[in-house]
């Protein structure tokens, strides 16, 4: 019977130790590294040198109790991390917009027309440096699920007006002096595998050729990066002529107008002047700063934000719960213990700045752990062949977990040091 | 010589329930530093209460307890917790050695609470140890060593940072009588070889034979040998 | 058999009795599960209610018919002509006066006030005649009355009213600079039409300056699901480049767009509840821990290790089915019937309802279960092995 039990666990276990090995295996090769190059031993040294010690075998003292707890830790900041990473993305159109940059779009909807003419009354106003104009194109590469963010746009205008898009001297020559050119942004482009030089057809789910067909030939002149690491590079532009000159109905409309100010201050005046110029017109404007653009444009899919955050926050509830509650059994295991220190002399106070070292250096340890999957499943995501946004383990979401692991550490060891800063000595010696 | 420890009109009581418990009413006490005191008598005799008070752990609701010239009846958790640790080693029945700790740690833990060089309380620990006989057994941790090695450790654990008073309760309570033996006989050499105050709580009759001298308790009174058995 | 039975009761009784010492522990454990299932169902009630929603707009027997190539009804475009000529084709059902039963719609996007956000998001503007109407089932016009042909009149979805801003009955609207009143409210019963504002289609085409071209063109069926008629006569007249496919086949497929949503709620929800496992596991081996002694004497007694393996079992189950049934009841009471407004496939915003199916409820339990079931496994392994010699060392 005992052996039926024994080799059932056995296969149990196995067949666990397989099903989770993604989760388990970058554990373990990080302690296996650790123990071969010496960080474990440094870790004790280090501990020990600290004063942190005692701090260092309770916490360690019972191996499976900190993996789980630890895991729990771990997954939570996975989720915060890889979360917080995805949203900071989305909102880097918001944040990276330019200030001085506005958008001019039909009043009624931005995806109704303006005709072309627009761009030169424009231009005419004052307070502006450039003005240019973008047309969706509602192109896709090979199949209609590949459907990308293309435009058509004035070649010149638009670089000196989307600043941020960066080109090599030749690319730009190239560019400027092309008709079938096109440039395509680092992140499209490798997911196509589009090299310059290459011929490529895309098609439109919008536009026709005159013959009905709905495919263009593109000449890749040029992959663009951006001045910043967040900055989108998902999108494709070709030239508006060349698509003015070949499709078959709404010749002479654009989609909107963008336009540069001398400084954002003059913002409030250039949007007045443009949209009075064009009041009482069949295709009245509506204009706004780029930032207000972008913004509704995310609030369009809802609000995404409020449901991730719903998740983080509700991955954190769990794990403080959990964590929380490991905390304060381990420390009540250890009440006869506690009454010992005390009983030789450890000041009250002393043993709940332990707790709470204890607590804090479970919830950094683990937390930083996290955020280091998270950096790799950044970099995973970055080189995988879907379109999602760049994304970046910023700065500011570094610094935005350590606070959560500081109060995290804080919040689940306060109850148990509190306690234990309360035991009385004879009270924890009699109930050993 | 003035007494180590002097014990006047004491009193002990607590509240459990509805009911009011006295254990001491008036209980006078001394000893003379270098005394090994075994106390002796029957359960809830208050030998333990008495050990904890004089340990500082616990506190008379009357009366006053003078240590070497200072009352530290009065003295506040933290100021006791400091007490205790420059002038009281405990012994326990269940050695209460950290599991998680070996032996030179465990030893070296109320050398923590002083200002001693890491390298200084290594050579603290060794000496204590040595004294106990068990300098080899320094890396092993608590569960691979024997009931009375433990013991050891936790006597040496007392000693190291060389306190005047030794406080032991049922020293040998959980060990068999040729490892008790062992362990009462380092006791006593720690009496009369460094001038060690112990005061020894104990079941045992042939334990309390060690003593200097031992004393008898029942119902919170000292009484005579004779009267107590 | 049966002794072994009572035997395991006996045990799982003796938990359930000690289960007030570990009550926080295990309501901790517990409580992780409901969250886990909560959130988990929540996504699928989103993307189930989102698909729901554009599948219960299609029907069999309705024909759409767009530009080739273009996939939404928005970058469609079909000039009179070519409207014309399709309404020769086969398989086309004939109204009470005999003429081919079809409507040609316009499909353009206007800006509206998201309530929940207050910034202006996309609303579809649906161009239609009377015909077209008549040709959708299930329509009734719940507030006010039809636009009348000619004016500029519309009428507005349930929907549009609950989630956008500025639509109500006789309020004013301005597209552009023209000025449009709103005059009726009408249900489809909670199809995406319902997120729709429809005008006469003439007037649309004016304001849009569409001339007398259409965007799509929706054609009754003699047959229901049978479009042969239709793709036979596109594949044979070169002037027709249009795709053809029924309603409902249109947007059952783009009902499929939130299905990642289906995927992420699945990975976020195993990921948290592998922290909710580690949660389980934890008080399952602290209930082994405080009972050991426990075990350790029925054991002594005479009872077998399969009792002390499946009462912990039992109590791990137990609790993470409680957890889990409450998840799915907060979801289900926070959850379902939530109405929420997201970007569909033509750009333009689709008002659907969370929808916790059955199916959706079994998926939350079952992963309460997996984490009951291995979070009770391996304590439970523990308890069965506890060596009988716990029993006489007391508790020190």
């Given at each position: ?432 | ?229 | 058999m049966l002794r072994l039975l009572s035997q395991i009761w006996t045990v799982i009784v003796m ?283 029925l054991r002594?007694i005479g009872f077998s290790n399969v009792s002390a393996f499946f009462g ?85």
């Amino acid at each position: 019977m005992t052996a039926v039990w024994h080799y059932i666990s056995l296969i149990f276990r196995l067949l666990i130790r397989i099903v989770t090995a993604p989760v388990w295996l970058p554990f373990w090769i990080v302690w296996w590294l650790f123990e071969k190059t010496g960080i474990n031993r440094l870790i004790v040294k280090v501990a020990m040198a600290l004063g942190l010690y005692l701090v260092f075998k309770n916490l360690t003292r019972k191996p499976l109790r900190l993996f789980l707890t630890m895991f729990a830790t771990f997954v939570a900041f996975l989720i915060y991390g890889t979360l917080s990473t995805f949203e900071s993305a989305i909102d880097a159109g918001v944040e990276l917009s330019a200030d001085d940059r506005l958008i001019v779009v039909n009043k009624i909807n931005f995806t109704q027309p303006l005709p072309i003419s627009y761009v030169n009354r424009v231009k005419g106003l004052e307070n502006l440096t450039d003005v240019t104009h973008l047309n969706w194109f509602g192109g896709y590469y090979q199949d209609p699920q590949n459907f990308m963010a293309m435009f058509a746009v004035d070649e010149d205008t638009f670089l000196t007006v989307y600043n941020e898009i960066v080109l090599t001297p030749e690319e730009r020559q190239d560019w400027l002096g092309s008709r079938q050119g096109l440039i395509a942004g680092k992140s499209i482009a490798d997911q196509y595998g589009w090299k310059v030089g290459d011929r490529i057809p895309i098609n439109s789910n919008i536009f026709s050729k005159a013959d009905g067909s709905t495919s263009w030939e593109f000449d890749v002149v040029g992959i663009y990066t951006g001045t910043d690491a967040q900055t989108d590079t998902s999108s494709v532009y070709f030239h508006y002529d060349y698509f003015n000159e070949t499709q078959s109905f709404g010749r002479d409309f654009i989609g909107f107008i963008g336009v540069r100010t001398v400084d954002p201050a003059m913002n409030e005046g250039v949007i007045k002047a443009i949209d009075d110029l064009f009041a009482n017109t069949p295709y009245e404007t509506e204009t706004v700063p780029e930032k207000v653009f972008n913004q509704a444009f995310i609030e369009q899919i809802g609000n995404l934000s409020l449901i991730l955050g719903s998740v983080v926050f509700a991955a954190f509830f769990i794990i403080l719960v959990i964590v929380g509650n490991s905390m304060v059994l381990a420390i009540r295991e250890r009440t006869g213990e506690i009454g010992v220190l005390k009983t030789l002399g450890f000041k009250s106070t002393r043993i709940f700045f332990m707790i709470l070292a204890e607590s804090l250096l479970l919830a950094i340890f683990s937390g930083a752990l996290g955020l280091l999957a998270t950096s790799l499943a950044v970099v995973a995501v970055n080189q995988a062949p879907i379109q999602l946004p760049v994304l970046v383990l910023t700065p500011a979401i570094i610094i935005e977990a350590l606070v959560i692991m500081i109060g995290l550490g804080l919040v689940t060891g306060i109850l148990p040091a509190v306690n234990a800063l309360r035991l009385n000595i004879i009270a924890a010696l009699s109930r050993q | 010589m003035a007494a180590l420890f002097d014990l006047k009109n004491v009193a002990k009581s607590f509240v459990k329930g509805k009911e009011k418990i006295t254990i001491f009413e008036d209980l006078n006490m001394e000893i003379e530093e270098g005394d090994f005191v075994a106390i002796m008598g029957p359960s809830g005799s208050g030998k333990t209460t008495l050990l904890n008070m004089l340990g500082g752990v616990d506190q008379p609701t009357g009366g006053e307890v003078w240590f070497d010239g200072a009352r530290i009846d009065k003295l506040s958790e933290g100021q006791l917790a400091k007490w205790r640790a420059n002038n009281v080693g405990f012994i326990f029945q269940f050695y209460n050695l950290m599991p998680m700790l070996n032996a030179a740690r465990n030893v070296e833990l109320p050398l923590l609470l002083t200002r001693l060089g890491s390298k200084q309380r290594t050579k603290n620990v060794m000496t204590a140890l040595k004294l106990v006989e068990l300098e080899d057994r320094a890396k092993h941790m608590p569960n691979e060593m024997s009931g009375g090695q433990q013991q050891r450790v936790a006597i040496a654990r007392a000693i190291v940072s060389d306190p005047k008073l030794l406080l032991c309760d049922e020293p040998t309570g959980d060990l068999d009588r040729a490892t008790a033996d062992e362990i009462l006989k380092t006791l006593q050499l720690l009496n009369t070889e460094f001038n060690k105050t112990i005061v020894m709580v104990t079941h045992d009759p042939a334990a309390a034979k060690y003593a200097k001298r031992t004393l008898h308790l029942d119902k919170g009174e000292f009484v005579e040998a004779e009267q107590a058995a | 058999m049966l002794r072994l039975l009572s035997q395991i009761w006996t045990v799982i009784v003796m938990n359930v009795r000690s289960l007030p010492q570990r009550l926080w522990m295990s309501l901790a454990a517990t409580f992780a599960v409901t969250v886990v299932v909560a959130v988990l169902l929540s996504f699928l009630a989103m993307s189930n209610g989102f698909s729901k929603t554009l599948s219960g707009t299609g029907s069999e027997d309705v024909a759409i018919v767009t530009r080739s190539g273009s996939q939404s009804e928005l970058n469609s475009v079909i000039g009179r002509d070519s409207v014309n000529i399709l309404s020769t084709a086969s398989g086309i059902a004939k109204t009470a006066d005999g003429q081919p039963f079809y409507s040609a719609e316009l499909y353009v996007v206007v800006d509206g006030k998201k309530r929940s956000s207050g910034t202006e998001v996309n609303i579809p503007m649906r161009g239609i005649s009377s015909l077209g109407f008549d040709l959708r089932g299930g329509i009734e016009i719940v507030e006010g009355r039809m636009f009348a042909d000619g004016t500029n009149e519309i009428i507005v979805g349930r929907g549009i009213l609950d989630q956008f801003s500025g639509f109500e009955l006789g309020s004013e609207v301005a597209f552009g600079k023209t000025r449009w009143t709103v005059v009726g409210v009408f249900s489809t019963g909670g199809s995406a039409f319902e997120s729709e504002l429809w005008a006469d289609a003439r007037m649309v085409q004016d304001l849009f300056n569409r001339g007398n071209s259409f965007q799509t063109m929706r054609i009754k069926l003699s047959e229901a699901g049978n479009i042969r008629g239709l793709e036979e006569m596109i594949e044979n007249d070169p002037r027709l480049i249009l795709d053809v496919d029924t309603e409902a086949g249109y947007f059952a497929a783009q009902g499929e767009a939130l299905e990642g949503i289906v995927w992420f709620g699945w990975g976020i929800g195993i990921v948290m509840g592998l922290g909710a496992l580690a949660g389980a596991l934890n008080t399952m081996y602290t209930s082994v821990a405080s009972r050991a002694s426990e075990i350790a004497t029925l054991r002594a007694i005479g009872f077998s290790n399969v009792s002390a393996f499946f009462g912990t079992l039992v109590e791990s189950v137990v609790l993470s089915l409680i957890g889990g049934v409450i998840g799915a009841l907060v979801s289900y009471i926070f959850m379902d019937g939530l109405t929420t407004a997201t970007i569909g496939a033509s750009f333009t915003q689709v008002v659907f309802t969370f929808e916790l199916s059955a199916d959706l409820l079994q998926n939350g339990i079952l992963l309460a279960l997996v984490i009951g079931l291995v979070g009770g496994f391996f304590p439970a392994l523990k308890a069965a092995r506890l060596p009988v010699i716990v029993a006489f060392r007391g508790s020190a």
